[in-house]
C-alpha cells in the first residue's frame, strides 16, 4: 500500500492556526512523525485563499528541513501546483486534476518529461458524479489526455471518488465498481482515495473509515491518504494485504507488526 501522509492539511483547524502563527516547529514535528511511520508521500495542502503558492513554499520547506519523503502537492489551483513543483527537491504527488477547467491540460506537460506522479479525480467537467458512467468516461478522458502526454499508467493515481454514506447508500459500491473497471483496463494504474468522505455526518467516523479502507483494497485501492501514525489503521492495511494474498506467507505483516507499527508495541 502507497500511504499519502494527511495531516498537514490546512483544512485542519490545528494546522491553519499553525500556518497562521508561522509555527514551523508544529509543521515539522507533523512531517517527522508522519515520515517516521512510514509514509511514502506527505500530503502539503496550504488551503490559504489568496496566499496558496507562498504557504505552500513554506510548508515544503518546512518538511523538507526534517525528512526527504516525497511531496504530495495539494492544491484545487492547477497554477499554484505547477509553482510549488519548483519547491521540491525530488518527484513527488500531485494532488490533483480532472476534466474540471484547464487542469490536465495545466499539469500533464509540466511532468510530463519527468518522473512526478499525479492523482485523477473522476469527476465531471461541472461536478462530482455519482453516476457510474459519468466517472468511467471521466477515466477514460484522463487517460486518452495521458496518452497524448506520454504519461506512462504507472505514474498515474486514479480516484473514483467516494461520497458520504448518510446521503448515498451506494457511495462504496459504486467506488468499487469504478475501481475494479479502473484495474481491468489499466492494470498497471494505482487506485487511491481518502477515506473521510465516506463518514461524513455519520457517529463514530474513524470505525466507518476503517472499514471503507479494507473493503476498497479488496476492490483494487493500493494508495491511500491516511493518518500514518493511527496504529488502527497501519495494522488493517498489513493484515488486508495478507488477507488478499498480496502480503506472501504474511512477511509485511510480521516485520510491520517487529517494528511496532501496530499492534502492542514492542520493548
Not at 516525497?70 to 484545487?76: A, G, K, L, T
Not at 479502507?213 to 488493517?236: E, F, K, V
Amino acid at each position: 500500500m502507497i500511504i499519502i501522509g494527511e495531516k498537514i492539511n490546512g483544512a485542519i483547524p490545528s494546522v491553519a492556526k499553525a500556518i497562521e502563527e508561522k509555527n514551523a516547529d508544529w509543521i515539522r514535528n507533523l512531517a517527522r512523525i508522519q515520515s517516521e511511520a512510514g509514509a511514502d508521500f506527505l500530503d502539503v495542502c496550504s488551503a490559504v485563499v489568496g496566499k496558496d503558492v507562498e504557504t505552500l513554499k513554506w510548508l515544503i520547506d518546512l518538511v523538507q528541513e526534517v525528512c526527504d519523503t516525497p511531496i504530495c502537492i495539494d492544491s484545487p489551483n492547477p497554477h499554484s501546483i505547477v509553482e510549488a513543483i519548483k519547491f521540491c527537491n525530488k518527484p513527488g504527488l500531485i494532488n490533483s486534476v480532472s476534466l474540471e477547467g484547464d487542469k490536465l491540460d495545466t499539469v500533464f506537460p509540466v511532468i510530463a518529461d519527468t518522473e512526478w506522479q499525479v492523482i485523477a479525480l473522476l469527476s465531471g467537467k461541472d461536478r462530482l458524479s455519482e453516476d457510474i458512467n459519468v466517472r468511467i468516461d471521466a477515466l477514460e478522458q484522463v487517460m486518452q489526455k495521458a496518452r497524448e502526454y506520454h504519461i506512462d499508467e504507472s505514474r498515474i493515481h486514479i480516484d473514483p471518488l467516494v461520497f458520504s454514506m448518510g446521503a448515498i447508500p451506494s457511495s462504496y459500491s459504486g467506488y468499487a465498481t469504478v475501481a475494479r473497471y479502473t484495474k481491468e483496463h489499466y492494470p498497471n494504474v494505482h487506485i487511491t482515495s481518502g477515506l473521510s468522505n465516506v463518514s461524513y455526518g455519520l457517529p463514530s467516523r474513524k470505525t466507518i473509515n476503517q472499514a471503507f479502507l479494507i473493503l476498497a483494497m479488496q476492490a483494487g485501492m493500493d494508495c491511500a491518504i491516511i493518518d500514518p501514525t493511527s496504529r488502527d489503521m497501519i495494522g488493517s492495511i498489513f493484515a488486508t494485504e495478507a488477507l488478499l494474498e498480496i502480503d506472501e506467507y504474511c512477511i509485511g505483516y510480521i516485520g510491520a507488526y517487529d517494528e511496532g507499527r501496530f499492534g502492542v508495541k514492542k520493548a
